[in-house]
């Protein structure tokens, strides 16, 4: 039932019309909807403060060490399995 409100939004106008149905746009008409409601969605966008943009700054870079020394150890680990199992690659001859 939701999906239905969603549909209906999108494909209303800019200046809140319900939709009446399936209509047939024009090429242009159709490019001119699409930017009508880009530009009413980027008026909804809220700039982040100073402050909250520099702790979400801080929160991403923290996000992506911990991943870094989660993948460093995984590689390091499959690294040193493979040499395990296969061997130094010295081979005998």
Same mark, same amino acid.
């Given at each position: 039932?939701?999906?239905?409100? $969603?549909?209906?939004?999108?494909?209303?106008?800019?200046?809140?019309?319900?939709?009446?149905?399936? =209509?047939?746009?024009?090429?242009?008409? !159709?490019?001119?909807?699409?930017?009508?409601?880009?530009?009413?969605? #980027? =008026?909804? $966008?809220?700039?982040?403060?100073? =402050?909250?943009?520099?702790?979400?700054?801080?929160?991403?870079?923290? +996000? $992506?060490?911990?991943?870094? #020394?989660?993948?460093?150890? #995984?590689?390091?680990?499959? !690294?040193?399995?493979?040499?395990?199992? +296969?061997?130094?690659?010295?081979?005998?001859?």
């Amino acid at each position: 039932m939701s999906e239905a409100k $969603v549909t209906e939004t999108a494909a209303s106008s800019s200046k809140g019309h319900p939709s009446s149905g399936p =209509k047939k746009r024009g090429f242009f008409a !159709g490019i001119a909807l699409f930017l009508r409601q880009v530009i009413d969605e #980027l =008026k909804k $966008v809220v700039t982040p403060t100073r =402050k909250e943009l520099l702790r979400y700054t801080l929160v991403v870079l923290a +996000f $992506v060490m911990v991943m870094m #020394l989660i993948v460093t150890a #995984l590689d390091f680990a499959f !690294g040193r399995g493979a040499l395990w199992i +296969f061997g130094s690659g010295g081979g005998e001859s």
